[in-house]
């Protein structure tokens, strides 16, 4: 019943479902990542702001791309019959997997502005922080508040039917 009634059944919901947890994702996990690099304060927000649109378009980029491996990972993890929970939490785990790996180099390019080979280099010190802070942010917000949202749109759309 909650695969049916919390994950998209359309394109259009697939669209909404992503829209919902990347803007929600890039806002709260670009800002945090920044500030623990950076320090917590109010100009290193503001210079986030400027470059979150192009982390957002990347992010959805990466959404795309790595939909189809995260899910073949989730399977070979999960078994059929498996709770609602553990296969959602697996997919976290195997979504956040992927994004991280890309997004600590990619985000780093944006976010400094210049494609240098530093956040190669300095990947293994930066993922572990950047993959906890984004499996905890998409875990315990983003993708409860985008499956609330898909739930209430399938009960208000199975209510008309």
């Not at 790996?101 to 240098?116: A, D, E, Q, Y």
Request: with cysteine.
């Amino acid at each position: 019943m909650d695969f049916h009634m919390k994950l998209p059944r359309s394109k259009p919901e697939f669209a909404l479902f992503i829209a919902i947890i990347s803007i929600l994702s890039v806002n709260i996990i670009a800002p945090l990542i920044t500030c623990f690099e950076f320090g917590f304060h109010l100009a290193v927000w503001a210079d986030v702001l400027k470059v979150i649109p192009f982390i957002w378009l990347c992010v959805v980029a990466l959404v795309l791309i790595t939909y189809k491996p995260s899910e073949w990972l989730t399977h070979k993890v999960v078994a059929e019959g498996d709770s609602f929970r553990s296969v959602i939490t697996i997919n976290i785990l195997c979504t956040v997997l992927f994004m991280s790996i890309f997004l600590t180099v990619i985000g780093t390019w944006i976010g400094s502005r210049s494609f240098t080979a530093e956040p190669i280099r300095l990947f293994f010190f930066k993922w572990p922080r950047n993959y906890a802070i984004s499996f905890a942010v998409e875990a315990l917000f983003a993708q409860p508040i985008a499956r609330a949202a898909l739930y209430k749109l399938h009960k208000a759309k199975d209510k008309q039917v």
